[in-house]
T-cell receptor
Framework: DAKTTQPPSMDCAEGRAANLPCNHS???????VYWYRQIHSQGPQYIIH???NNETNEMASLIITEDRKSSTLILPHATLRDTAVYYC????????????FGPGTRLSVLP | GAVVSQHPSWVICKSGTSVKIECRSL??????MFWYRQFPKQSLMLMAT?????????EQGVEKDKFLINHASLTLSTLTVTSAHPEDSSFYIC????????????FGNGTRLTVT
């Protein structure tokens, strides 16, 4: 699976959009981009995933660059409850494959 | 709502005793489940892959005789930490895939194990 690079930490003001970047320059054509977050002392929570098209759901939007070498997770109106560690994971879609977690980005939403 | 249930959410045990952690898939069958461990201020690390009806696959450095995994049904996998020691104190998390081959993994809420 391709390696990802994320900033170790970010701050965001409450009510503003939080834009979390992820670099995956060695991504291959059959690898998806998945985003998870982990709030303190809880299991990771799935947010969104995509292959090459931008995706949106009730939680967030995922913007993938045309060359697929980077992506951005957007939380449109961050709240204090969005404070968490956010993980960007790139992997081949295979039922038997696990997810490899890097250090992620610690997002702090400030009042 | 939650699709993977993990129990207990926390447990304290004495050194030398064994602890069993249960992971259940809710309303779906999971032929494969994954067990992770997370130490403070670190990321999740895969311990083993649990396969229904067959032996689990352990990651390098994880002792299979210490961390016993049983996946006896399509909705239940258990992790037993045998002869626990203080260095086994950690956050243990299970996960399973609910739908098709490109669907995301869903995680339980974790079990905080403290060995005294």
């Amino acid at each position: 699976d391709a390696k990802t690079t994320q900033p170790p930490s970010m701050d965001c003001a409450e009510g503003r959009a939080a834009n979390l970047p992820c670099n995956h320059s060695t991504i291959s054509g059959n690898e998806y981009v998945y985003w998870y977050r982990q709030i303190h002392s809880q299991g990771p929570q799935y947010i969104i995933h995509g292959l090459k098209n931008n995706e949106t759901n009730e939680m967030a939007s995922l913007i993938i660059t045309e060359d697929r070498k980077s992506s951005t997770l957007i939380l449109p109106h961050a709240t204090l409850r969005d404070t968490a560690v956010y993980y960007c994971i790139v992997r081949v879609a295979d039922y038997g494959q696990n997810f490899v977690f890097g250090p992620g980005t610690r997002l702090s939403v400030l009042p | 709502g939650a699709v993977v249930s993990q129990h207990p959410s926390w447990v304290i045990c004495k050194s030398g005793t064994s602890v069993k952690i249960e992971c259940r898939s809710l309303d779906f069958q999971a032929t494969t489940m994954f067990w992770y461990r997370q130490f403070p201020k670190q990321s999740l690390m895969l311990m083993a892959t649990s396969n229904e009806g067959s032996k689990a696959t352990y990651e390098q450095g994880v002792e299979k005789d210490k961390f016993l995994i049983n996946h006896a049904s399509l909705t239940l996998s258990t992790l037993t930490v045998t002869s626990a020691h203080p260095e086994d104190s950690s956050f243990y998390i299970c996960s399973a895939r609910k739908d098709g081959w490109n669907s995301p993994l869903h995680f339980g809420n974790g079990t905080r194990l403290t060995v005294t």
